[in-house]
């Protein structure tokens, strides 16, 4: 069971998706902005585990919602024990996400 409870337990607390255009290049970008909550325990019972080093790795990918192209993606290392928050930013081309992005346009697929 120390497997289990070492794995980190991640909480969306916040998600932004906005649509820039570069002033330079008139290209549309979009931006999904999401803030993250980390919580990993020490263990069963509050033991430390046999392996203390373990490291986990976060992928968030962001996806058109027809066809699934990667529009961006983003990593990070889950390494630390306790309770901490971050954010990632994804930038990807508004313009590619809009045309294959279903019925009405606009739709687009995160995983973590």
């Known amino acids: 069971l120390d497997v289990l409870y ?3 337990l991640l909480s969306l607390k916040s998600i932004k998706l906005t649509n820039e255009v570069e002033k330079s290049s ?3 970008i979009g931006k999904l902005k ?3 909550e980390v919580q990993r325990d020490q263990g069963s ?3 430390q585990s046999r392996k203390p080093n373990t490291e986990y790795s976060l992928s968030i990918l962001c996806g058109t919602f027809q066809q699934g192209m990667l ?3 983003s990593s990070t290392i889950l390494g630390r024990r306790g309770t901490w928050s971050f954010s990632k930013e994804l930038v ?3 313009s590619i996400a809009n ?3 279903g ?3 606009g739709k687009v697929l995160v995983r973590l």
């Open 6 to 8: 070492n794995m980190p």
């Open 26 to 28: 008139g290209k549309s």
């Open 34 to 36: 999401l803030d993250l």
């Open 45 to 47: 019972a509050g033991r």
């Open 71 to 73: 529009l961006a993606r």
């Open 92 to 94: 990807f081309d508004w």
């Open 99 to 101: 045309a294959d992005g």
């Open 103 to 105: 019925e009405d346009g």
